[in-house]
Each structure stands twice: as C-alpha cells, then as structure tokens.
C-alpha cells in the first residue's frame, strides 16, 4: 500500500518527527531542575575540583631522618631533601620510632644512615643508606623512592668527583653523561591539563550514557513509551531524537567547561581545530549514547540506569587508558581496550587540544568510534524494536 | 455515653501551596462502617492517615476514642486500638513472604502472644478463605487475594477502630463483593468500628453513613438514603429516535442527561415521575424543527442514584457540564463498515495464555466496551489491535488493514489512550497537544487547528501554559484524550480511561466520547473497570480467563441475568448480617451485604416479596422495607464470573 503521508524518513513529515522529538527531549531535560543542576555541577564544578585539586605529582612529602653518624655528611645528605618534592619533618632517635611515625602516617618517608657514613666515604668505601617509603599510594610512593634515589645518586656522584679531585664550580669536570629532557605539549608538566581534560571526557562518558538511558527509561515508567509506539514513529524515530538531543546538550556543557573553566582559569591551550574536536566529541557521544539506549532496554527505573551507568562506566574508565597507558595492561585487556570507544576519544581529545593534530592522524581512531557506535546503537535498536515489536 | 469513635473538626492539611483537606468535619459512632467517597485528590488519604496517626495535619481538631492527636506520643497511645490498611493493592505487605509469614510478621509487630495469634489467624485465613494457600508468597496473589490478606493483617491484633484506605480500588468486582462480605461480618461479629475509603459511588450503600468528599471539602453527610433524599427529582430511563438530535435538546433543559448506550438518562431534578415525563415531552416536542421528529419509547422512572444526587450538590456549587462542542454538527450517516474485526486473537506468555481465541467485531460510529476482572486479558488485547504487541496466532484488522502487515500507515488512523494517561507531565498542555500533532506529521497551521480543537473540547482554555502534571485528573484525562484525537483517527482504542477521576469529569469524558461516537463516527473500544461506566456502551463483550465469555448488549445481558436467575430484591432491616444468614439458609444463593441492606437475586420477585419479610421474622429480623431495583452491570459480571468459576471448579 502506498503511503502517502507518513513518508520516508527525510520527507517533511518525518524531518518534521525528528524535529518534534529532539525539542521535546531538550525541553524535558531542561525543566528536570535536579538532573540539571547536577550536569552544569560536573561540567564546571566538577572539572575545576579535578584539575586544581588532584595532582599525581609528589608535592611536600614529609620525610624523617635517622641519623646515627652525626657527621657534615650525613646532614649535606639529608639537607637535599627540600621541596617542592619533599618536606624534612625532624629526626627520629631510632628504627622503631621511624617505623612508628610511617605507620601513623605522620611521614612519607624516613632516610637512614648508617654510623660511620663520612669516615666510609672518606676513606672510598662502598657505603649504603636506606629510604623507607610508604608506598600505600603506589604512585606517590614510587616517585618518592625514585626521587629520592635521584637525590642520592646525585649526592654519591658529587662526593665521588670530590674525592677524586674532579669538583668544578657547579657541576663535575670530567666525563659524564647529561640526560637533557625535551618536555613536550606540556612544557610545565602541568597536571591541570591532563587531569582537567581526563575529568571533561569522564564526564562526557557519564552524561553520555546517563542522559539518554534516563530519558528512555522515563518514558517506560510513565508509560508514554507505548503512546509513542501506537503513532507511526518508527524506533529509529523514537530513539535517534533523544541522541541528538543530548549530544547538542553534551557539546554545549563541554563548550562551558572548555572555554568558562580549563581555558580562562588554567589556561589550556587547544592547539588544534576546535570545530573538528566538537565534531569528535559528537561522534564519541552518539557512540556511547547508544550504550545508553541499550542499558535503559534492560532497566526497568531510574535507579537501575544509575547502578548500571556505573557498571557500564567503570570498566570503560579503566580501560580506556585514561588512568594507566594501555601498553601497562595485561595483554587480553589490551584486547578489550580496543572496543572501549572512550580510548579512541582519549587519543582525539589529547591529540587535538594539547598536541594540535588535526584529521591527518586522527582519521583510524574516528572511523574506529564511528564503527564502534554504529554497531551499538544498530543493537539498540534491535533490543527496543524486540520489546515493543 | 463514651466518646465518639473519631470526631474531626476543621481538619485542614495543606502539602506546599496545594490544599487537600479544607475544613472537614465529621464524627464516627462506635461500630459504625464509616464511608468516605470521592474521587482521587479529594482528601481522602489525608484525613485517614491522620486519624491513624501517621500524618501530621495543619489545622483543626482529630479525636479518636476522646485523645486528641496533636503529638507523636498522643498518636502512639491510641495507635494499638487502631488497625490502619494504607492505599495500594499490597503495598504494605511483603512480597517475597509468603501468606502465613506475614500474618506472623504483623502479628508479632503488635505484640500478640503467640498462641493467641495462632488462633486469630486461623480464624480469619478461614473467614478470607485464604488458609489454603499459606505457603504461597503475596506477590503471586491476585489483587483481590492481596487485600484480603492485607486485611486480615490488619485485623490480627483485635483493633478496635480499623482505617482502609481505598480497598477495593483496582479489584474486580467478584473480589470486591467477596471483601464487603467479609468485612460486614468481622466487623459485626467483632464490634469493630471501620472507616473506609472508596473512590466508587456505586459502593457508598456498603456503608451505614457516609460522607461525600470533593475538592477538600464534605458535600454531604449522611445515610446514602438520606443523602439521595437531600436532591428529590426522578430520574427517567428512555429511548428517544433519533438519540444523537434528543441529547443536545434535553441536556439544555436537563443538565444531567447522558447517553447510555441507545438509551438516554435523564435526571429531572424537582420532579416527580409525572412532571419529569411531562417535562420531557414538551421539551421535545418544542425544540423539534420542522423536519425532525423525536419518537420517545421505553419509559422508565425512578428514585436517583447517590451519584446523580452527588452531580447535582456539585452543579448547584458551580460545577459545569458543558464542553465546547458543537451540538447541531451533522449526525454521521450509520455504516455497516467494520472498524475493528479480531479474528481469533491469542497471545501466549509462557505457558499462559493472556488472549485466547479472542473475537469481536466493531462497526463504525460504535462505542464497544471490554469488561473484565484484572488480569483477563483486556489490555493484551487492545495492545495486539493498536500493533504494540504481536498476536501468537489469530488476526485483527483495524481501520480495514490487518495490524501486522498494514505497518505505519495504519497507525495514522488509530488513537490510544493508556490507563496511566501516559502524558508528558513535565511538558504543558500546549506543548503535549504540539507533540503528538508533530508526530502525525500536522502541519504548522493545522497543528494550531487541532490544538485549539483540542483545547475547547476538553475544556483546557486557561490551562495551556500549566505543566501536564499538575492539572487535575479529569482535565489531565480530557488532554490525554485531546493528543490521541489530534490526527482525527477513525478508530479510538480507550484502556482503563476514566481511573481516578471525579463523576463530573467522568460526565463530560462520556459526552465526548459520545459526540465522537455519533457525530463524527468514530469507532471506540473502551476498557473499564467501573461497571456503572459499562452502561454506557452499545455493545459489551465480557472477558474471563483470556476468553470473550458474553457478547452482547448491556441491556441484553441483563435480561438475561433476569431469565436466568431472577430479579434484584432490596430488603432493608434492622441486622443485616444474621438476615443475610436467615437467607442463605432459605435456599437463595446470591445474597450480599449493602450496608443496613440485603441485596438477592429471586426468581419468582412477587411472591418472594409477600414471603420473604415473615420469613425473617421467624428468625427475629425486623424487616422494613422490601423493593425491586434495577439490576446493575456489575449484578451481571458477578453473576456470570461466578457461574464460570464455579463450573471451572467442577471440571478442571
């Protein structure tokens, strides 16, 4: 039977059902007064905690001395211990003090050096000196016993020079290595970046999955989902409007966070093309989006979606890469790292806001997003078209 | 004399800026069963819940047994005398227990020893009927068992005083008649004094007084005899040809006239019989033009009922009837086209059988209702005719195309309507009706069109900006009608339409249904589970099990009823439960408790209202007054639900 008003999906009427729908979602998500305090919340907020406030760099660790020589040298050691890495927090007079003062977490660290450490030196011993770290954090802890390593080993090699009559002003006079590092895309090694940029996509992967889960499942509580399947709107036509909406809403709240947080108040330097990270992003949310779609065919309310955005957002946190560099993993969740969109998206963003690539590099991880999104939401709507078909 | 069971003064309660009780009063004598009727919003809950002491109130005086509750510690004090069932079919029962763990569960909550509860409970699972079934856990109950076990609940630890609130809404009406059995006999055995809630007028003489709620506020209080005798009139059952010119006619002179299927009901307020009649015809007679006669055949007159009385105390404070539409619109020529034809419809879950080879066929221009208990199957049915559910086998073919290969294009003729009134609430009333025109692809200047249309005939002008959600119900009911007529569908599929809403918005929903119906000759399926709604319809057919079990007229199905097992007796006495007894022992098989009254189907109604009244006399019943009354539709569902449960019974 021919059709004459319902029409294909870009005819006037259908372009006009899109149309209809996508308002109606934007208005919904608007008037959820609770929904959206919590979206501009994570989108300033939120991003503004993250980037000023956790930092992975060893800031002022407290560190102790047991000091059993007394001697210049000992103190020309433990004087080495300064910020910004380390705070010196006074001596303890013996081991299980030390040990005490680590348990109660009342020093990171406690350098112990043995008697006799001058007269050794002096006399072109080999002599030791022990660091204790608390590595509970392991981050933390591993930087510390590396900086402080660092410091020792700067300190053994400037006594060695001493020794052997090799001291210059301000350096050694003889042959040695400089390691000269080139710090690259974040001249300052500033965490803001990173940890800003990381907190903006965690928080797109939330509202990405979260929004449209919600909005879908709303309408099954209330049960104007079957009001919907009894006009001619396809599933296509319900499900594809709710995406566009929230990924215009999505843009917009990484538009604040861009351009009224990272940029004015930590100067992010989006080096690259803006319109093409937008058009990223977009993709990036209709891909997880349709995780979203998904995960709301098989909730029945909205504290389900809550449970089962955290279920779906935590391993793709973890295996994103976000939070370790993929290569660290075990190699059969390399093999999942693949299919976590967000890896593909953690790349573009980088890449385009610290790195200012553009399309030339970027095209394998978009096409592999776009892949990835398409067949999630194909799946969708196989799911919902099974439960109202 | 002891104090009053519970006296409420000025009782006002006030949830933000909305005010849901405003100034009630009203005072309950020991062993009375108190009713309070009224629609959803009308302050119902919140005058219960704040006798029962689990709600605080913001003004006026509520006793119970003499303490005045004005404190938490006041509450508590009376809390041990007082049973309290809240709204909601089991919703303060535990679903993964089972039906003995949570009699228990209550009964050790109050503090019953336990051989005392032993005893009482196995009295009253006896009494519900429920003691076969123990083990078996309250989620797989049915509604009507649920309520019973939440009353037995109730009961375990011997109140004195028991608050139900709304407890027989969303059961069906077997169950119903079961529960107002039983708990007319607790109560009498026991000497309990129970205040309950229904949101069914029709269930007001269950009760010995009652109080009629609308809006916050008390319209009337009293027997619901003298409730009716408050408003005296006649109200005249009768056919008029052709119906859809006499409606408009008479409801200009008589404002409470409907249209109940091909008869009109008229109530003549003031009236006796022979005014009304007189009224009547000269009203016909004299707005007649020229080429139109209206023929009058099949009179009937009649004393009102509460809910004609009720519609009149709310029109003499203002309350309107009138929609906007237009009444000299052209009748629709009658067809003989089916609009709606299922063909052995049957859809399977599991191994249950929802729908079973179900069939009917309605033409064009009709109002077809589906009768049924909850869980016979009505809304898998209406959801296989409107395509949202695939049938296992059998076809139905709506709007002339079989649903599941007509694909979009159908969808453009048909109009849904669900029970929960699925709007967006968070969206206004313009925004919805923009919606659903947008859907069906209206254009802009007919989408503005339609929404006006909309918005006239449901009575919304001065709503369009309110959100959805926070109309009330029968305008919230009128706008989710509006957005399923908004594309002008031919067929208008209607599940549960009229839940919770108030008798005048109930009126004005009929009469647009029936103005569609008749002048614009849309075919309409409606489900409901309000009886007195099902005389509305032309045409009926009856759902049990999954299956059709009776197809025909209502006025036909009563006449069946009659030929089968007779007519309706009222007898009004002064002990109704031992006259109930007396009855039951004299060999009459459907006897039921309505209040100080006994209601019984006889056979031979002449003789039985010369006999009947020494009968009981024997027994030492005073008898005074016996009656014929007109058989209800729900006389009929409980009559053929029985009969069919009962040959069930016999053969598994």
Redesign the interface.
Known sequence: ?S?M???GLFS???L??L???TQ?EL??LF??VALMVFFLYSFTGDIYLAASGVSMQLKNAAIATLDADYSFASRELASRFQPPYFQPAGSVADARQAIRRLDDGDVMAVLDVPPRFQERLQRGEQVSVQLQVDTSNSVLGFLASSYGAQIVGKYALEAAAQREGLAAAGGIAGPVVEADTRVWYNPNQNDAWFMGISELLTVVTLFSILLPAAAMVREKE???I?????????SFQILFPKVVAMTLVILAGSAIALFGVLGPLFQLPMRGSLVTFFLITALYVFTTAGLGLLAATVARNLAQVGMLTVVILMPMLLLSGAWTPIEAMPPWMRGLAWISPLHYFLDAAYGILLKGVGMDLLWDSVLAMGGLGIVVFAAGMRRFGRQ?? | MSAPAIRVEDFIKRYGKRVAADGLALTVQRGEIYGLVGADGAGKSSLMKSVAGVLAHDGGTVEVFGTVIDSERAAEKVKQRIGFLPQGLGLNLYPDLSIEENVDFFGRLRGVPGAKLAERKNMLLGMTRLDAFRSRPMRQLSGGMKQKLGLVCTLIHEPELVILDEPTTGVDPVSRRDFWAILGKLLEEKGITALVSTAYLDEADRFHRVSLFHEGKVMGEGTPAELIARVPGTLALFRAEPQADALPRLKAQFPQTEAMGAWLRVFAEGLDAAQARAAVDTCLAASAPADTTIHLSDWFAREPELEDVFVAMLRQRGARLNTSLPADAPAAAPTSTLAIEATGLTRVFGDFRAADAVSFAVPQGEIFGLLGANGAGKTTVIKMLTGILKPSSGAGRVAGADMRSAGLAIKERIGYMSQAFSLYHDLSVVENIRLYAGIYGLDDRRARQRSDWVIGMAGLAGFENDAAGRLPMGLRQRLALGCALVHEPRVLFLDEPTSGVDPIGRRMFWDILFHLSRREGVAILVTTHYMSEAEHCDHLALMFAGRVVADASPEAMKQALIASAGQLLELRVDRPVPAQNALRDAGFANVALHGRAVHLLSREADTDRERLPALLDKAGIAVQSVGLRPLSMEDVFVQRITALEDAGRRSP
């Open positions: 039977m059709d008003t319902n029409g006037v009427p259908g006009r059902r149309r209809v729908m109606k208005l919904q008037r959820d209330r049960g104007t079957e009001q919907l399947m009894v006009t001619p709107l396809t109202f078909g």
